[in-house]
């Protein structure tokens, strides 16, 4: 560094050479001055800030891998960093934790941890939690914008069926894709709707047909078109399966479970109509047949695919497991007590309807639930009054766990939609930056530019504008998530 020898340093004997303890540290943080004791630094000796009670004695080397600048005059350490977020660092010093104030960045913070050499460790629960969801949601946009660069870039170097079967996965599970993309994904959620009214309509007795034996059958005009139905769900099915880079975890997957239950037992009531009369006898293929077809009612789970709001609920409803267990508890416990005391209160009535406990469970479940069938109901006076607390208790006990279960269908929800303009803006941000670097202008940091491939030899083309994104995408943001690096990236920014 020119003009570093000019400076003279603390001569020996000065209040430097005192013992660590009395030394007083005046460091300046993003124009923030700040007095700090050697005794209250030296609590922490692997930090950053204890570290400067005896850098003097290793000359402006030590000091600069330290600070960013210093003044022998006033003795003062300078650090270019946030003032705020090191507000809240100095915490550990006096109360042994750091608390995050509200409105700083988690990563951010994180990054000023990482900086300042103090432990997470000593991060408060509650700030550990938001950290962590920040770093999730940075890892889903990461997930989001992958996918989307692969579904941009094209492999030459790929066969030509791998690349077919990269296209018929994109066109089957992405509608956003392409124009007929979405107009197959249209026609597959009309064909459900259309399969679960056939489904229904075959059950009425006026479009039902009498067989040679005089048994109800459906339409044959309802069965052609059920059949058409299930003639779709299997082609799309078997094409998805063919096409997808992970079969295993394709078919261990719930929503094609879904489809499997869906379709299998049109072929096995086929089967067993066609082959199973050879086996056993006539009546029970036809039971075995109808409990089959019981199961057609799985296919409507099938809307849950082309639909982004069951999926919220879906979600929303596997995280408030908690609050469902704690409904059920409560409902529980209130139907085992006001049915034994119905149960006990009723008995002095020479016609009771409660004949013993376990039948009052019914009876506790739909006063509880507010339903009140009306088939059984108190007659005592006693026995009317358990009632009506009862039923207050029921609205009680439902109402006290569905508000969380309403915020966590709203966050999961929001969260979603902010995570898709999240993916999009970076998506706009690496396509800027692809350009910008191509006309030599500065995209990214020094040393960004020192992880940039070799140029590609004479004779070959130039990478293509995808190739240009994923490079942009493992610059700016994978670094962030294997913190390699500290650099602020534009997700680093609270939304």
Known sequence: MDGTGERSLPEPGSQDSRAGDDIEIVVNVGGVRQVLYGDLLSRYPETRLAELIHCLAGGYDTIFSLCDDYDPGKREFYFDRDPDAF??????????????????CPICFKSEMDFWKVDLKFLDDCCKSHLSEKREELEEIARRVQLILDDLGVDTAEGRWRRCQKCVWKFLEKPESSCPARVVAVLSFLLILVSSVVMCMGTIPELQVLDAEGNRVEH???????????????????LRL???????????????????????????????????ARMMELTNVQQAVQALRIM????????????????????????????????????????????????????????????????????????????????????????????????????????????????????????????????????????????????????????????????????????????????????????????????????????
């Open 87 to 104: 507000k809240c660092v100095i915490e550990v010093y006096y109360f042994g934790e750091v608390h995050m104030k509200k409105g700083i």
């Open 220 to 238: 044959p005009t309802l069965e052609n078109v059920e059949t058409a139905c299930i003639g779709w769900f299997t082609l799309e099915y078997l």
């Open 242 to 276: 063919f096409s997808s880079p992970n079969k295993l975890h394709f078919a261990l997957s719930f929503m094609n479970i879904v489809d499997v239950l869906a379709i299998l037992p049109f072929y096995v009531s086929l089967t067993l109509t066609h082959l199973g």
């Open 296 to 495: 057609r009612i799985a296919r409507i789970f099938k809307l849950a695919r082309h639909s982004s709001g069951l999926q919220t609920l879906t979600y929303a409803l596997k995280r408030s497991f908690k609050e469902l267990g704690l409904l059920l508890m409560y409902l529980a416990v209130g139907i085992f007590v006001f049915s034994a005391l119905g149960y006990t209160m009723e008995q002095s009535h020479p016609e009771t309807l409660f004949k013993s406990i376990p039948q009052s469970f019914w009876w506790a479940i739909i006063t509880m639930t507010t339903v009140g069938y009306g088939d059984i109901y108190p007659k005592t006076t006693l026995g009317k009054l358990n009632a009506a607390i009862s039923f207050l208790c029921g609205v009680i006990a439902i109402a006290l766990p569905i508000h969380p279960i309403i915020n966590n269908f709203v966050r999961y929800y929001n969260k979603q939609r902010v995570l898709e303009t999240a993916a999009r803006h970076e998506l706009e941000l690496m396509e800027l930056n692809s350009g910008t670097s191509g006309e030599g202008k500065a995209g990214g940091s020094r040393g960004d530019l020192d992880h940039l491939p070799p140029p590609e030899p004479a004779g070959k083309e130039g990478p293509s504008w995808s190739s240009r994104l994923k490079l942009s995408h493992s610059d700016t943001f994978i670094p962030l998530l294997t913190e390699e690096k500290h650099h602020r990236t534009r997700l680093q920014s609270c939304k």
